[in-house]
């Protein structure tokens, strides 16, 4: 029980990892999709270190619904069991409304961010020409475009490349797009 006048711990706490709207973000937080992620401070704490907060979380929102039923069980596992898949999860979302957007239209494409190769670490046209290599038709490609896109986000907020490193690899994609 709050005291009259008094904001829940829980607002204070998304005041203290830098939330906008501390209001909204409770509200988001206590949607019922959301009922496994709520009490989770680790959670809290990456939203916190992503560059938009709020954003991260609409989107995580908007991921966690459009999951199918059997399967936002596995998701929220291993969102909150995995660091690295978090994180890059996290700081794309916070980072990109659009591929916020992307995810929530596609909501498989976050397997995509659960592992990482040796060969993903610096990918170039040949790798990205395998990523579109499904796409037979505009909106296929540019599914497939956006997913490759999702993983250079996800390196580079992550800080696993460099500015001159994510620009080639933009380069790159580009390159295997007009190819495809």
């Known amino acids: 029980m709050t005291v009259p006048g008094r904001r829940s711990s829980t607002f204070s706490r998304l005041v ?32 916190g270190a992503t560059a938009d907060p709020d954003l991260a979380l609409r989107g995580l929102v908007r991921l966690v619904e459009a999951q199918p039923e059997a399967e936002r069980q596995t998701f929220t596992a291993i969102l ?12 794309v979302l916070g980072a990109s409304e659009a591929l916020g957007d992307h995810l929530a239209r596609h909501p498989r494409d976050w397997e995509s961010l659960v592992t990482y190769e040796a060969a993903d670490l610096h990918p170039g ?31 580079d907020v992550c800080g696993t490349t460099d500015v001159a490193q994510a620009a080639a690899e933009l380069a790159d994609l580009a390159t295997a797009t007009l190819r495809a």
Do not use: M, N
């Open 80 to 91: 909150l069991s995995a660091k690295p898949f978090r994180d890059r999860l996290l700081g």
């Open 125 to 155: 046209v040949a790798d990205f020409e395998r990523g579109l290599a499904e796409a037979t038709d505009p909106v296929a490609l540019r599914v497939a475009y956006r997913r490759c896109l999702l993983a250079i986000a996800a390196r």
């Open 16 to 47: 203290r990892h830098g939330f906008t709207d501390p209001s909204g973000a409770e509200r988001l937080l206590d949607v019922p999709e959301l009922s496994a992620l709520r009490g989770d401070s680790v959670l809290l704490e990456a939203l």
